[in-house]
């Protein structure tokens, strides 16, 4: 079994800054990707980013250029950076891992606001 433990949400102002965090541990074989999802209230889960195995990174329009995410394959962790934040940014933020299956973390709430 694998288990996926997010941390470093929060509120935070708009214009501010937020570092997750998603630690992978137990039985993990050859992870293929990364990524990030996040859920709105009233509205469906949709991808914020993901990083492969090969370090390639692909981003939702609308975040391009405001987070970042990077990998320490080492650790088995996966990060996201998330500068500018907007209120319309306000969701929990998922943490999910792709190998044989996929996998899911148990979610961390950035909210937005002043």
């Known amino acids: 079994q694998v288990q996926l433990v997010e941390s470093g949400g929060g509120l935070v102002q708009p214009g501010g800054s937020l570092r997750l965090s998603c630690a992978a541990s137990?039985?993990?074989?050859?992870?293929?990707?990364m990524g990030w999802y996040r859920q709105a209230p009233g509205k469906q889960r949709e991808l914020v980013a993901v990083?492969?195995?090969?370090?390639?990174?692909n981003y939702a329009d609308f975040v391009k250029g405001r987070f970042t995410i990077s990998r320490d394959n080492a650790k088995n962790t996966v990060y996201l950076q998330m500068n500018n934040l907007k209120p319309e940014d306000t969701a929990v933020y998922y943490c999910n891992l792709v190998s044989a299956q996929g996998y899911w973390g148990q979610g961390t709430q950035v909210t937005v606001s002043s």
């Open positions: 137990g039985r993990i074989f050859s992870i293929k990707a």
């Open positions: 990083i492969t195995s090969g370090v390639i990174t």
